[in-house]
C-alpha cells in the first residue's frame, strides 16, 4: 500500500505514476480524494473481469460505477498512468493512449488523500 494524505493536487494539475504489475496481480487501485472514506477518483482495472471501474465514494458509501472493457494493462508489466483534474472531470491516460474520463462528482478544487493499493508497486510518482 502506497499512502500520501498531504498530496495538494489542484484543479488544472496532473499526476504521473509509473510502476509494475505484480505478476500474479488481480488488480490494483488508485484513490484520489480527502480521505479513505471520501473519494472523487477510485480508479480499479479488474483483471479477472477484464475491466477498469471507476467510482467515487461519500461518506464511506459507493456510488454509481464507471466500467471501461478498455484494459490494456497485463500481469508483470510496467505501465504509466496520467491523471489530469479538471474541474468537472478527472481523464486519466493510459500507456496505450486510451483516455478514461471520470466527473468529479465532489467538485473537489483540491485532492489532499491518494492511496495506490494491490499488485502496483510504484516506481515514481509527479505531480
Not at 5 to 28: A, P
Not at 56 to 66: M, R
Not at 86 to 107: I, M, W, Y
Request: proline share 2%; net charge positive; with cysteine.
Amino acid at each position: 500500500k502506497f499512502e500520501i494524505f498531504n498530496l495538494g493536487m489542484k484543479t488544472g494539475d496532473t499526476l504521473k505514476v509509473k510502476g509494475k504489475i505484480s505478476d500474479d496481480s488481480d488488480g490494483f487501485s488508485i484513490n484520489l480524494g480527502c480521505r479513505v472514506s471520501d473519494l472523487a477518483l477510485h480508479f480499479n482495472p479488474r483483471f479477472n473481469e477484464s475491466v477498469i471501474v471507476c467510482n467515487s465514494k461519500c461518506s464511506n458509501a459507493w456510488q454509481a460505477e464507471h466500467r471501461d472493457n478498455h484494459l490494456c494493462f497485463s500481469r508483470g508489466s510496467s505501465t504509466k498512468i496520467i491523471i489530469e483534474m479538471l474541474a468537472e472531470k478527472f481523464q486519466v491516460k493510459l500507456s496505450d493512449g486510451h483516455t478514461v474520463q471520470f466527473p468529479n462528482r465532489h467538485c473537489y478544487r483540491t485532492i489532499s488523500y491518494m492511496s495506490i493499493r494491490g499488485g502496483f508497486r510504484v516506481t515514481s510518482f509527479k505531480l
